[in-house]
């Protein structure tokens, strides 16, 4: 799994690397060997606060309540906007899946296997 996700050095937190991924957190940037996908700094919170709890189902409510500040019907909406989003940022790493839990929340999977 650590050769999956890298910090980029263990001083700097606003860098992470997952496969062919490389999240610049602070420059609200993900690339994917290819494209490069400019992050609003809604994403980029929410995409750092999945990483960090890769592989764990996190409910809705709790990420609401992490970054938003509040539980409500309609940034709840605001927040399936986002992950569809970054649906799309991450599809280029077979490794990675942005998996909705229904009735629960979101998990971010992230393999040990990558196809070769």
């Known amino acids: 799994m650590n050769n999956i996700l890298k910090r980029a050095g263990k001083e700097d937190a606003s860098t992470a690397r997952i496969g062919c991924l490389n999240i610049k957190y602070g420059e609200l940037l ?67 899946s942005l998996e909705t839990k229904r009735g629960v929340g979101f998990i971010l999977k992230i393999s040990s296997h990558t196809p070769q």
């Open 30 to 96: 993900i690339e994917d060997g290819k494209n490069s996908f400019n992050l609003t700094p809604r994403e980029s919170e929410l995409l750092k606060y999945l990483v960090e709890n890769q592989n764990i189902v996190v409910k809705r409510e709790e990420i609401l309540e992490e970054l938003w500040g509040q539980n409500d019907y309609f940034l709840g909406r605001s927040m399936d906007v986002f992950i569809s989003r970054l649906r799309k940022y991450i599809q280029a790493e077979p490794s990675v």
